[in-house]
């Protein structure tokens, strides 16, 4: 049987497949999906999305189609929030604010979307730009790596590929069978995910909100509102030794509408989807022709929904530097950036994440013991309150694809949540509106950009240069002179500054050591 060939295979085609697939197809690199279900998922499980990653998604083109369907549920600060009460209307125990939506740091909106609906827009967006290069129904095994390429069967088809993208996310495989050890508390509490639907909207008084976590006397559920009106998320914590096995569906409905405070009211559920909180990082995120994206690189702890966030972040990194490689301007040994940079930022990002379930655990554990004023008092001293801009907008690469400039980290009290913009090599390039009403981060995403204060760089075929308004804050923000600028890179991180006008030749030089060309 002869095999196929492929220049990049992804394995997965859940969202940080899909994202990374898109990301490549815009820079006109052709790779294969390879998903092994019958087609998108049809249960959402993640529903936040950052600002980061509406900034992933405007670069992608597809923001207003994820957004504009669902921004009645954030389109007011007031409904951002985890109430937790009794039931739906009962008696609150307090309210928790979640991220504010719109910020004027950002272009991007943080806001709640179905993964359902993420993946549909991802999928067309995919069809449009490489039509055909999802192959459902193709369970990847037998991965092997060879001499210059990745060989792997994908249903009865055998395959040869350049680089292979392993996206399997969290039970994938690949990782495994590369020896790849993870790192994190693992087992955190097994659930069940159910899906359903029930008209609670009309019925809530006013009361409206991203999360209800209903603490009664004998029951902890926690749903999760998907359009606001009559479909839902529910995590029902599952005692040791259960399973979904024993929650047939009209029990579960039966649960659902003794939690809800509802039980007049109808409930269908739609599906159910066990799963198992266990917050890992793998040590590794490429392994020779191998990386590894999504939750195949790390698995987050729901609570403050930052896993799929972190995955778009890192498809985000990785896709330039592949798009790179594959067309021959940088050398492999750019690719180890990847697990440089996006290595630390998963593991502080899973930091952050636990210390959230564990003050959401206790505050459970408190309801368990029916110990109410210390419910509320936890409630109300929970550290998830907070812009989060920090996590959101300031993950910083203290090294990998950046040559620093010799300068200190700017100080950040808050590191979860304050963000003070700044042009230091290794952070997001700060967003600010140019005269045409565009953001500053419409001009990255195509290649290499050198934004200068004043005076343009010479011309050159490996970077464009745009020079800033003359009223704008860019040289405050960034922090250069007149005659500086820096060097952005195309996901919008700042790869080089220079205070004052960088010599001759230095850009070109510079831009040859962020892709390994002296040094490989
Ligand atoms: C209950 C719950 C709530 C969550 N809420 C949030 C949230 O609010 N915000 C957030 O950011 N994150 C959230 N997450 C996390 C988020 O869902 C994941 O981070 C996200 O789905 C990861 O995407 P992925 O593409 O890496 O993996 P997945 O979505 O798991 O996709 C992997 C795909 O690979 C396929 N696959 C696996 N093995 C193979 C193979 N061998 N061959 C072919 N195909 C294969 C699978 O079928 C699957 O479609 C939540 C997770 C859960 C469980």
Redesign the pocket.
Known sequence: MSSNQTPIAI???????LATALLLAQSQIPCVV????LGL?THP????I?RRSAEIFRQLGILEALYEPTRHLTDSPDACLNIFARSFTGEEWGRIPLTEPVSPLSPGPSFHCP?TLTEQVLFHALEQAAPGCVRFQ????SVTHADNSVEFRAGDERWTADWLIA????????RHELHVVSDGPGDMGH?L?VYLRAAYGPHLNGRRSLLFTVLSDDLVEVFVAVNGDDLW?M?HFLQPGEGPENYPADKLAAQIRRASGFPEIPVEVLSV?P?VMSPKVSRHFRRGRILL????AA??S?AG???????LQSTHNLAWKLAAVVRGQASPALLDTYEEERHGAALWTLDHTNKNSVEVYAIIQAAVERDWPQVRELISHNGRAGSRLGIDLGIEYPKGAVVADGTDPVPRNDPINDYPPNGRPGSRAPHFQLEDGRSVLDLFGKGFVFLAAETPPPESAKYRSQVMPRNSPFAATYGVDSGGGVLVRPDGYVAARWRNLPPTGAIEQTLANILWLDRA
């Open positions: 394995v997965g085609g859940g969202p940080c497949g390879f998903e092994k279900k998922s499980k993640a529903m936040g950052s993964q193709h369970e990847v095994t996206a399997d996310g969290a039970g994938g495989q690949i659930f995910n998320l995590h989807s799963w994206v999504g939750d195949a698995r987050m729901p929904g930052l896993g799929l966030n972190t995955g």
